[in-house]
């Protein structure tokens, strides 16, 4: 009989805001690779979507090695996006998306919305020949308002 240890990855708790922020950063960095590796619009496309579904899993059904608690979890995570994106004029109020969606399409609609908004700062940061520093302190920025968003933080605070 062999004494092996029981080594298991730590699992990653989404309702705590500095490990949301590194899953958020990490989401962000594939799709920087996504972007890198796609041979067309179409594969990036693609490669996005299962990305942003993986994201949606995440808040929307109990997986092995995340932890969501309940109030940023499912219904009531897609509840204060809906909100807090309707403030922000990102999603009208009489819009289909927000009167029909299930919370699994919302919350993919979201994880999509993110990637957008993140290739509108690349777009805006080249544009305007940001240095690498000031690119970084900008998604920083960026990461840390979809935290806040995603739990209700700060200005999204209910």
């Not at 092996?4 to 990490?26: I, K, T, W």
């Not at 969501?68 to 819009?95: A, I, M, P, Q, T």
Request: aromatic share 14%; charged share 25%; proline share 3%.
């Amino acid at each position: 009989m062999t004494n092996q240890l029981d080594v298991r990855p730590e699992a990653v708790h989404l309702s705590n805001p500095a490990e949301l922020f590194s899953f958020f950063d990490g989401y962000l960095d594939y799709t920087l690779d996504f972007m890198q590796q796609a041979e067309d619009a179409e594969a990036f496309s693609n490669s996005i979507s299962e990305h942003a579904l993986f994201l949606t899993t995440a808040f929307t059904q109990k997986i092995p090695m995340f932890f969501v608690d309940e109030k940023d979890f499912g219904d009531n995570l897609s509840s204060r996006l809906k909100k807090s994106l309707h403030k922000d004029d990102l999603v009208l109020e009489n819009s289909a998306i927000l009167l029909k969606a299930k919370t699994e399409d919302f919350v993919f609609y979201v994880a999509t919305l993110m990637v957008q908004q993140f290739m509108e700062l690349i777009k805006d940061c080249e544009e305007k020949q940001d240095s690498p520093s000031v690119f970084e302190l900008r998604r920083n920025a960026f990461v840390q308002d979809w935290v806040n968003r995603f739990l209700g933080m700060d200005k999204y605070a209910e």
